[in-house]
């Protein structure tokens, strides 16, 4: 409670100065609160543009080392790694997903192998990127299964971990596949494994660029309201975290992340977890635009990355990962 008034009482003494706003500063950013999304192509040196995504790249497994050095050099503790993969391995079933030769596989291996443990890899679990549908999980007559798609997500997993995954991010939405999955784990020696739970996850239209990115927007069939949660509830994430902190999760993903400040903040008020944000594809879009046409400037993006640890974020996935620490100089 403030006890004083004006002009006794001056606000504006604290903010005078650089040292003083430093000072008393609430929250505070640095290159460990983020993890730098890669995205990942067949063929040989190959760095290909985004169209949809300025400045995002797919990289061929050859060139990772480029990005992981720069990455290591600026200090981000984590990468997670996303497959573009080619339409004509694609099926209903996302079998690729279960290759042990695909893209995410031989990227893990290959930074592994390289640099061991001194950065942490992050790879997704869900089968959007392998359908020929576009959807997260198993389809029939326009509904993703739930049981039998876990089956599914479960092998994954394992598959992943068996590679040296160190975190497991599944984000495809079925209910109790986080349970089915630590309990898979910790049964094939991987208890040390840890799941970054895609908890709350909204069906959004911020995630168009992404699609594009990891190939999976065109081919889409209708939408994935049916398993991804309705962005006009709050209180569902709550449930949804408990149920996932009791299955056995160890940090919790809210994505998108700006319009779903007073999410992060209601699950970090609730539940004394780690919580982590997702600057989705489509709000870097919006920003990156902006500031190529002069209609802001680019301390918007520390602007938004700073909401996203006051609302109480441990960390933040963001494509702008391997350009902040320069901006934060």
Not at 126 to 140: E, I, Q, V
Not at 196 to 219: E, I, N
Not at 304 to 323: Q, W
Request: glycine fraction near 6%; aromatic fraction near 8%.
């Amino acid at each position: 409670m403030i006890t004083g008034n004006y002009p006794n009482l001056r606000l504006r003494r604290s903010r005078k100065n650089d040292w003083s706003r430093r000072l008393i500063q609430e929250n505070s950013l640095s290159s460990s609160d983020f993890i730098l999304p890669i995205f990942l192509i067949d063929g040989k040196n190959i760095r290909q543009p985004i169209k949809t995504m300025h400045d995002v790249f797919r990289y061929t497994i050859d060139k990772l080392g480029f990005v992981i050095d720069k990455a290591i050099k600026n200090k981000i503790p984590m990468v997670a790694l996303f497959p573009y993969t080619k339409k004509s391995i694609k099926n209903e079933l996302g079998s690729e997903a279960l290759n042990y030769d695909n893209l995410v596989c031989r990227g893990i291996q290959y930074i592994k192998k390289r640099y061991k443990n001194e950065i942490g890899i992050m790879c997704d679990v869900a089968l959007d990127p392998y359908t020929s549908h576009g959807h997260d999980g198993l389809l029939k007559s326009n509904y993703v299964l739930n049981d039998e798609t876990v089956d599914v997500l479960v092998n994954q997993s394992l598959l992943q971990a068996q590679m040296g995954c160190d975190v497991i991010a599944p984000s495809d939405m079925m209910d109790g596949r986080i349970g089915k999955i630590r309990k898979a784990l910790d049964k094939n020696d991987h208890q040390m494994v840890q799941i970054l739970s895609y908890a709350v996850k909204y069906s959004s239209s911020f995630y168009g660029p992404f699609r594009d990115a990891v190939g999976s927007k065109k081919l889409l069939k209708g939408n994935k309201k049916n398993y991804q949660m309705d962005f006009r509830n709050s209180d569902e994430s709550l449930r949804e975290v408990s149920l996932d902190i009791k299955e056995g999760a160890d940090m919790i993903m809210v994505k998108p992340g700006m319009p779903y400040l007073d999410i992060i903040k209601l699950i970090k008020d609730n539940f004394k977890i780690p919580v982590l944000a997702y600057q989705v594809s489509g709000e870097y879009t919006l920003l990156s635009n902006a500031i190529r046409k002069g209609d802001i400037d680019d301390g918007a993006i520390i602007e938004s990355l700073m909401s996203f640890k006051r609302a109480g974020a441990n960390a933040i996935v963001t494509y702008y990962a391997d350009r902040v620490s320069s901006l934060l100089k």
